[in-house]
């Protein structure tokens, strides 16, 4: 094609025109965020892929700022964190908004997943947008423990240990793996300096998939409440000026309840013990994770017992990486045609029901397994919750979401988004998809 | 159908999520330990800020009875700045104390008086020498061991001033103490403070508890000397951001008027 067949950045000044025209990022950008067609009837829970956007950048820009001033040696790296908190100028608070950010990145993280899960977005076509967002789980999760290792304090050191232990748990080569993760034969300075590096890389590594995440995105266009695709333009809304707009509401909320912790309670999500230095000879009482770990935390301590040939060891850390791969093929567990969990009545108690269960293996995860429950009652220890909170994960995606697919009846879904959005008049199927609404 | 119930439905949702996520953060380390009993901190609260007179007050008590064996390597004698001691005051604290300096021009390490730009000078040279006069055991160092335990300075408070004879069913190991705040109970450090122990500079009567009061006073601004600034900027970018929420809430309500949603 010659040049000057492609003359697309309509309006904009003649530079903007020039570049467009060899490079056509003004198009895109017109294309993709500007004209992009979304629903018009996406909810509040519609932010947070926004709002982990600016998670995201806010965590890396921080991060740079904060690796000027962090030195990656196990002589060094507990003071150099302290240095920030204390010399650097603004670094305490540097440090206090990418702690307190980990924390609302995987608030955000989790919000989003459970509405994709309540309203089906990983249902076809969005199999491949819903695989991408778990393996930003992952890689998410990844830098997330080894950023908490950086600042070397007794969690920082003991959280290494047991973490990179589990995987000396895989047959033949878990040992080799171990040595790997180490740089050695214990956690020492080579494991910090390399989860320096990988936590460093990662990051980018993770703007790569939410890049193919937001392409997948594009292509299918978003879900939304009632999970019916749009049939025209009378469903959607240009993404500018209207959703630019709620994201930027929805944002600023989710950033105000976050500063509240960084400037009020910073150390509220943290672990007071990671406020000692490392000490490789001193175990804590109690190894915990940070929260956003605590239910996969439970889900691991809780196959305490050998499966068949399988050690309780592995069998624990299977499960954990279980619980992250049912996820994964979700769409195809999954095989109810209904997309939101509005339409689907029995589904819908079973979503609120694994909710609770991953907020109980949450405080499973939090505290000793052989630990009372309630005090006084001798029989009920927090394993017991355990095996309770870990079968019925399981259980929920593995046999309750194939069956429902074929037992359950949805209800009447809404012909359009329109029609369920003017409700009044047209069938009673819009007038039940959305009685919150109607309030 | 109205945005408020609709707001007021997503936000709650997301409140539940977000104190659930909350609820399961900070998790107990308790033990067998007793509970230390609740304070009322000068520096709590979104509006707390240090008590000076108590913070000067309980430096003089770290420097005469807890520097003995702890340290308190993350503050500078400058940092002391911030408590509202002057420069000759900080520069007459810092010179009681020596450190190791060089090497010089003919390669000799040598010894000076401590500078304000100097961290405080530790007790012991080394975590080994630490451990060899303390029974094995180095007492910690207290820059941060307000932040170190879940209710810190309530902890700290209740472990000076708890110390007791042992119950007699109990039998305290030798080169132990017993404290029904420590977890486990039983303490190597002996108890540290005494009536009078500290002759306060400024004539306040140096109870024991006077004298934890005022310790806890200082070691918290120790572990966290940002904090008074840190509030205050806090409460410029939250009535920022209340008000930017407000403005673009506006801005959303105008631009989609005219949609039914």
């Known amino acids: ?68 001033q962090y030195q990656p040696n196990t002589m060094l790296a507990f003071d150099s964190v302290e240095r920030i908190m204390r010399d ?18 995987f608030i955000a993280v989790y919000i989003h997943m459970f509405r994709g899960m309540y309203y089906g977005s990983y249902k076809a076509p969005r199999e491949l947008l819903w695989m991408l967002g778990v393996i930003i789980l992952l890689l998410l999760m990844a830098t997330a423990f080894m950023g908490y290792v950086l600042p070397w304090g007794q969690m920082s050191f003991w959280g290494a240990t047991v973490i990179t232990n589990l995987f000396s748990a895989i047959p033949l080569v878990g040992d080799m ?94 672990e007071p013990e990671n406020y000692l230095e490392a000490a490789p000879l001193k175990t804590p009482a109690h190894i915990v994770p940070e929260w956003y770990f605590l239910p996969f935390y439970a889900i691991l301590r809780s196959i305490d017992f050998d499966i068949w040939f399988i050690e309780a060891k592995l069998g624990g850390v299977l499960a954990m990486f279980g619980s992250i791969f049912v996820l994964f093929v979700l769409p195809w567990l999954d095989k109810s045609p209904v997309r939101s969990g509005r339409f689907r009545p029995v589904f819908k108690w079973f979503f609120l029901i694994l909710l609770l269960d991953c907020l109980l293996l949450g405080y499973v995860g939090g505290h000793s397994p052989d630990n009372k429950v309630f005090e006084g009652v001798e029989w009920l220890k927090v394993i017991h919750l355990g095996y309770l909170g870990t079968f019925w994960y399981f259980f929920h995606f593995l046999i309750l979401l194939p069956l429902l697919g074929i037992f359950e009846r949805p209800k009447p879904l809404p012909k359009s988004i329109s029609e369920s959005v003017l409700g009044g008049g047209s069938t009673g199927a819009a007038a039940t998809a959305k009685p919150m609404e109607k309030a | 159908m109205s945005i408020v119930s609709k707001l007021r439905h997503t936000a709650l949702a997301a409140g539940i999520a977000l104190g659930a996520a909350a609820a399961s953060g900070p998790v107990l380390a308790a033990g067998d330990a007793a509970h230390p009993e609740a304070q009322d901190w000068h520096f709590e609260g979104i509006f707390g ?79 080994e020498a630490a451990k060899a006069a303390n ?70 009567n140096a109870t024991v508890q006077q004298q934890a009061w005022d310790v806890v006073n200082f070691l918290q601004w120790a572990a966290q000397p940002e904090m008074e600034a840190r509030k205050k900027l806090g409460f410029k970018v939250v009535i920022f951001l209340i008000i930017l929420t407000a403005i673009l809430y506006a801005a959303k309500r105008k631009m989609w008027s005219n949609v039914h949603h």
């Open chain 1, 88 to 105: 650097v100028n603004f670094g305490w608070l540097l440090r206090y908004l990418h702690a307190n950010g980990a924390s609302f990145f």
């Open chain 2, 49 to 127: 800020t240090v008590d000076r007179a108590s913070a000067q007050r309980g430096l003089q008590v770290y420097l005469e009875v807890c520097a003995t064996c702890h340290g308190l390597r993350q503050v500078a004698y400058r940092n002391l700045h911030d408590l509202g001691f002057t420069e000759e005051e900080i520069k007459a604290i810092a010179a009681n104390y020596e450190v190791t300096d060089g090497p010089n021009d003919e390669g000799e390490m040598f010894q000076r008086a401590a500078l304000p730009s100097d961290k405080f000078v530790s007790p012991f040279a080394n975590e």
């Open chain 1, 1 to 68: 094609m010659s040049a000057g067949t492609h003359q697309t950045g309509g309006t904009g000044s003649g530079l903007v025109k020039w570049i467009d025209s060899r490079l056509p990022v003004f198009t895109y950008l017109q294309k993709e965020y500007a004209e992009f067609e979304a629903p018009r009837n996406f909810n509040w829970f519609w932010n947070f892929g926004a709002i982990l956007t600016f998670m995201l950048v806010m965590m890396i820009a921080t991060g740079i700022f904060l690796a000027m």
């Open chain 1, 177 to 270: 793996i171990v040595t790997l993760l180490w740089g050695g034969f214990s956690v020492d300075n080579p494991t910090l300096n390399r989860f320096f590096a990988l936590h460093y890389l990662f990051p980018f590594l993770i703007f790569g998939v939410v890049i193919l995440h937001v392409i997948a995105l594009h292509v299918t266009g978003s879900n939304n409440p009632t999970g019916v695709d749009p049939k025209g333009p009378q469903d959607t809304v240009p993404f500018h000026p209207y959703y630019t707009l709620k994201d930027s509401v929805g944002l600023a909320v989710f950033v105000t309840i976050m500063a509240a912790f960084v400037f009020f309670a910073p150390d509220y999500f943290g």
């Open chain 2, 135 to 204: 029974n094995g055991a180095a007492p910690p160092d207290l820059s941060l061991q307000v932040k170190a335990h879940a209710g810190g300075p309530d902890y700290i408070y209740a472990l000076l001033t708890g110390y007791k004879d042992a119950p007699a069913d109990k039998e305290v190991p030798a080169g132990s103490n017993y404290n029904p705040y420590f977890p486990g109970e039983f303490i190597a450090m002996p108890a540290p403070l005494f009536e009078d122990g500290t002759a306060y500079t400024d004539g306040t």
